[in-house]
């Protein structure tokens, strides 16, 4: 860990958040010497400090011990390149269209990859009035259900979540040119293929 690279990003943090080095210290319950000596790169935190240090500042304690934000390349904005992730523990469901670093529940979530439909999996899409009516054939139990059905443009994505019990169908407005996914509890994100004998103006 370089404690000088630690201290300046600190020290940038701090200022961002308009504080001053006591400021700090009064919210850790530390003194300002402590803060001053971080920042001047002559001691670095002690661990059992890093948890409520990246709450104050706002940082994950990755990026405090890196000492480094490196910040990502700007979004173009293209909603087709969004990635999903899903929490086992709480099933909370996150997109991102970057790269990022995401975690719930104290993991860090990996991207879903996309699996071509199986017999399992199946998803069928009819047109009804303006709206594509999707139908997925799977349980859906308490253990095992589809958790949510998303249907993604180059600027949008459409997003139903779904949940154990009921049925697993949903309808969204026409937009051609995209890509359905549904993800299941168990087994993972699967992406809709178009049928080679579906005539229908889908997806």
Request: charged share 25%.
């Amino acid at each position: 860990m370089d404690c000088i690279k630690v201290g300046r990003l600190i020290q940038s943090l701090r200022k961002e958040k308009r504080m001053t080095q006591k400021e700090l210290a009064h919210l850790m319950n530390i003194s300002d010497k402590t803060i001053s000596k971080w920042e001047r790169g002559l001691g670095c935190p002690d661990v059992s400090l890093l948890g409520e240090l990246s709450n104050i500042l706002g940082v994950n304690i990755e990026k405090i011990l890196s000492g480094d934000l490196n910040p990502n390349e700007q979004d173009g904005g293209n909603m087709k390149n969004v990635k999903f992730y899903a929490c086992q523990s709480c099933g909370n469901v996150m997109t991102s269209t970057g790269v990022t670093s995401i975690s719930c529940c104290g993991r860090v979530l990996e991207p879903l990859l996309p699996q071509s439909e199986n017999d399992e999996h199946e998803i069928t899409v009819d047109e009804i009035e303006e709206d594509y009516f999707v139908t997925i054939t799977h349980e859906m139990s308490r253990d095992h259900y589809i958790s949510f059905v998303a249907y993604v443009s180059y600027d949008r994505v459409m997003l139903i979540k779904l949940y154990p019990e009921q049925l697993a169908e949903v309808r969204f407005p026409i937009m051609y040119g995209g890509t359905l996914y549904a993800y299941c509890n168990q087994h993972g994100l699967w992406k809709y293929e178009k049928k080679k004998s579906d005539s229908r103006r889908v997806i």
